[in-house]
T-cell receptor, first 113, second 111 residues
Framework: DAGVIQSPRHEVTEMGQEVTLRCKPI?????LFWYRQTMMRGLELLIY????????DSGMPEDRFSAKMPNASFSTLKIQPSEPRDSAVYFC???????????FGQGTRLTVV | KQEVTQIPAALSVPEGENLVLNCSFT??????LQWFRQDPGKGLTSLLL?????REQTSGRLNASLDKSSGRSTLYIAASQPGDSATYLC??????????FGEGTQLTVNP
């Protein structure tokens, strides 16, 4: 298996623009997570899906952030409008089931100027 | 709120040395604990996962232990190599799959 696949790897956008990050989890995994990593706050969970249903979105910073999982093999994280403070590395991870080993993608480095 | 602390923040050792990385957590009611490594500019690679009912897990030169009662885990790396240089992160799950991460230990193994 190719592992968790994220795209794009790097994204530079202007403040106010919409940004969409994409994730393909490992085939057969039922849980999907979006994390954000910054120097100041480390790794933080944004949202967690189980069987395509959002279970915990308490980490989503504000209404500008939204996430969807239309099917078991695809998820998106959208930021609209983007702000410079959203600059971070965004990771997608998946696991076979709840509370099993989590596997991370390579991340998307987002820079908002 | 669950807090996870890793000590030291950075560690530099000569090649061949055995070393221990530490992770402590404030709430002993954990479901499992996972150790990851992160190379610069890369994602996280899962190393070991220890269930709350287990005391340790081993994979090659790595051995992770868990002591729930004291809120501690250690990652032991035997015969360190320059390729082990990376940031090592521990993460706690209290059930529900949310992982709470420590800030990591940046390890440098010098040839």
């Amino acid at each position: 298996d190719a592992g968790v696949i994220q795209s794009p790897r790097h994204e530079v956008t202007e403040m106010g623009q919409e940004v969409t990050l994409r994730c393909k989890p490992i085939s057969g995994h039922n849980s999907l997570f979006w994390y954000r990593q910054t120097m100041m706050r480390g790794l933080e969970l944004l949202i967690y899906f189980n069987n395509n249903v959002p279970i915990d979105d308490s980490g989503m910073p504000e209404d500008r952030f939204s996430a969807k999982m239309p099917n078991a093999s695809f998820s998106t994280l959208k930021i609209q409008p983007s702000e410079p403070r959203d600059s971070a590395v965004y990771f997608c991870a998946s696991s076979l089931a709840r509370d099993t080993e989590a596997f991370f993608g390579q991340g998307t480095r987002l820079t908002v100027v | 709120k669950q807090e996870v602390t890793q000590i030291p923040a950075a560690l530099s050792v000569p090649e061949g040395e055995n070393l221990v990385l530490n992770c402590s957590f404030t709430d002993s009611a954990i479901y499992n604990l996972q150790w990851f490594r992160q190379d610069p500019g890369k994602g996280l690679t899962s190393l070991l996962l220890i269930q709350s009912s287990q005391r340790e897990q081993t994979s090659g030169r790595l051995n992770a232990s868990l002591d729930k009662s004291s809120g501690r885990s250690t990652l032991y790396i035997a015969a360190s190599q320059p390729g082990d240089s990376a940031t090592y992160l521990c993460a706690i799950s209290r059930g529900g799959s949310r992982l709470t991460f420590g800030e990591g230990t940046q390890l440098t193994v010098n040839p």
